[in-house]
Nanobody
Framework: HVQLVESGGGSVEAGGSLRLSCVVS????????MAWFRQAPGKEREWVAI?????NRRYTDSVKGRFTISQDNAKNVLQMNSLKPEDTAMYYC????????????????WGRGTQVTVS
């Protein structure tokens, strides 16, 4: 039974930083494709960052240079710096076997989300 549990969200001022964590149980994060998505009210869920089993990373254009995704066995981390109000959203950790898609519909496992608010 795979479970993903996010933590680390909160409220910060613009320019601040937050560190989101996702603990995975049920299989080893290092053998999987891990990603972070976010969803703002009234908007579709969008891909933010993705990392594969070889530590290859990709980011959506709006967060490049500000966010960093990393992983260590069963823990995945999203370091978010220079936060902007437009980063405000519910952030979700997701997992699948291979990083062949960044579409939310392609991910099998999801956490419940952690709220990030930037003012």
């Amino acid at each position: 039974h795979v479970q993903l549990v996010e933590s680390g969200g909160g409220s910060v001022e613009a320019g601040g930083s937050l560190r989101l964590s996702c603990v995975v149980s049920g299989y080893t994060a290092g053998e999987s494709c891990m990603a972070w998505f976010r969803q703002a009210p009234g908007k579709e869920r969008e891909w933010v960052a993705i990392i594969d089993r070889y530590n290859n990373r990709r980011y959506t254009d709006s967060v490049k240079g500000r966010f960093t995704i990393s992983q260590d066995n069963a823990k995945n981390v999203l370091q978010m710096n220079s936060l902007k109000p437009e980063d405000t959203a519910m952030y979700y950790c997701a997992a699948r076997s291979y990083c062949t898609t960044t579409s939310a519909s392609g991910f099998n496992y999801w956490g419940r989300g952690t709220q990030v608010t930037v003012s």
